[in-house]
């Protein structure tokens, strides 16, 4: 077995150690049963929760996601989709501590409208200010520009999350030299945040350097979301080991003698 | 569970039936202890060997592979790597089931040029028609062209074998369109052979409905080997999984009404 | 001005020298008067026509093409589409060339199946070697196969043209470093044919080094197909001068060392 | 000819029509000769001057560029490249309306490292915010989110000019979908700024709807500049054209029902 094999592959987050790199959402399952197995077969270790669309305690007396949702047994990373300007967000942020008996790992993201779902860059910077001055551990959900992602890790946020695509859409990286540049960059956690639609997605998201994926939509609209998050969880892993493992240097053909030689014309 | 979970999801070649659909070659690795450990890795069930570069005991008195690899555990499949004619690759297989008790599966290939390593599909239709009349079952390397595919199918191989990319390029699947036509055509397997560089690209090709996915440099020149046969035996069970999970739509964003709306302009 | 901008541009089949790379085709337009207005506007000095489906004179007291289209303006370039084997592509070419005086150019073309409109090459090469026994100038449409494209090379065609994508998709190149390996190794023009769906994949073959493109539903499908064609001759005119201007290296940043650093990952 | 075909198609900066859509910049020459050549080959009428690098009459007794590029011929102007923060930025504006004539044409950049000279949009939506105020008509150089695309129209400005790559990288648009959806919401011009390399790069990038493309790089680092500058001035017009025609929408096959049919898989 090589070194690499040997040595738990962890990272961390809010000082803990995590092994699974992959987070998902509860989001548009057909039902709490489908939620749990789903995420079950992800292996996921932190899941989050929309807290202006699910009950965590704020109406009692209705179903609650974490009877379904251990918080013993996963990290709950309250997200406050659904805000579009940065007070409702740092307000949203301040309902789910007190929910979560004072736990301050949030993932904050603001939005820029409600057809793109494209974060709102400059409403983020300003509640994430306000959410690390209030003591709040902030992963945020961001576009692909690396200095907005430096920016954000400048101002005390333990992790960035670019976008892939769109928010729901599938699409994929679609930039992947812009997440490459901000992995190069950072020393927070990376973690792709939004647009994976499939497994080789996730892999790919891996591949560049990730420390992480989270994804919703992928495993809930999947026609068999159990069998997709498996998938997903596989995906994420393989991306991790051949990140590590190192891949061969891509060439026109086996008899080049430069690695590169001719891609570009 | 659901059902696609508790079927078991195998794949049939020459009437056996194989639960890895990640095939593996022997070349290009530091050693005999490494070639095994990573082959082990890969969970890998068919092995190709390369007949005029390995000793299948045509060389007495020098290692074996078949030492190395025994027959009883893994598939062996004899290929036909370094003949550029008709005839050598015919006398090639020929040989392979001598020194094979008999066994008559073989892997053809027939390249075009050295510098490439692109199939002659001119003579690999020749050799393949040959073969097949001889009592071989062929599976063959070939481009990607979906009418190629289909004579090849016609002419009696077991199952064909479209390169993502030249051989030892690691580009990944240069024509996905190809290849997924390819798969709605075939009534035999389907395995991209070739071109593979990472673990997305295992996953893709899965993901585009293939039955497995053959590689050799992709594991042996990655800067840790066995990490990578770990990592792509993950992928290509991800892309599997993902394909039979059917995966979301993609569109340009979330609220869009159809799938793939303004995704082309 | 730079010597690249003062010698004529040219290039040269079956003995005769053009100034235009597009040639277009003559089918799917509204009426005659529109093809005469699109192929006027596309400056083309070759234009291809289906023998089978085009009156050339052989049903006579039709409108003839040849009243639209003078061969004494363009040179005439009769085509086999719609032939499903050698035999008729054959038979077609010697119909066409008696209906024109004799002469020899003529535009192969043998396709595979209804449903893709893929070439069958290996019909194609022999349909080939016929014609070219028969004294027949053949340019030969083609897959992306660079084995293939240099065995129709050898058999004696006098230009290979190898599709963009499947005829009618207008999914542009979708695998250019095919196109690039046939333009490396060829001597004769090589044409890229079928495929093309607006003016950047126009510009994308011709800074493959492409000698020419050939298209027509690009140009007849489009809303405005008189607007369309203008752009695809400037589109083509552009594409062959960046690639006689030798284009900048790309380049993840402008403060890069190696012009392709980090392009793969 | 078709009514495109004749109606004048202009597009309008701060009040005055310009017919040529390609704009271009002053730097990386190997002289004012080959300066002036590239420019009049490209058939720009607005050309870029960097304030900070180029004198416009701030060194007296230099040579002027103002002498090889006449304001009566051009439209000028100036940028503040090499500004990292708003103030030199707003600085840089203001001597540039000094030194000409009180002109308040500008276009601002404010880059957040040397290294990506990737925008700073949290600086550069400060600046703009600035300089409107003062009187600016400022058009602006920024990423390619439509979030901060549209604040940046909000602000006042009055084009808005989002990245194609980095700048001096040739990549081409790295994310059309990015620029598609800023141009869909836009009420401004949008012309895609940084990071075309070659020609077909500026052809898409006016399918996709923009309403220019400014470039320096891929002129200024082709081989032979002059002819580069001709190639791009036909791309760009090939790619307007292609966009006003109404390109043919894209299917699998010819014989598909639907416009794009299993694109996705």
New interface residues.
Partial sequence: ??N??QTPDTFSIAGRDYHSRLLVGTGKYRDMDETARAIEASGAQIVTVAVRRTNLGQTPGEPNILDVLSPDRYTILPNTAGCYDAESAVRTCRLARELLDGRSLVKLEVL???????????AT?KAAEELVKDGFQVMVYT?D????A??LEEIGCIAVMPLA????????I?????I??IVENARVPILVDAGV????D???AM???CDGVLMN??IA????????A??????V??????Y?????????????SS??E????
Same sequence: chains 1, 2, 3, 4.
Wanted: glycine fraction near 10%.
């Fill in positions: 077995m090589p690499e094999m820029g409208d409600e057809k793109t779902l494209f974060p709102d860059v400059l910077l576009n520009d690396p200095i907005v430096r920016q695509a769109p928010i729901g859409s599938g699409l994929g679609r930039n992947p030299l812009n490459r540049t639609g499939t497994a080789s996730a892999a790919v591949e560049l350097g939509t992928a609209a999947a026609r068999d979301p159990v069998l997709m498996s998938a997903m969880r596989k995906a892993e393989a991306g991790r080991e051949a590590r493992a190192g891949r061969m240097a891509p060439k026109r053909f086996a008899s080049a690695p590169i001719g891609l570009f014309f």
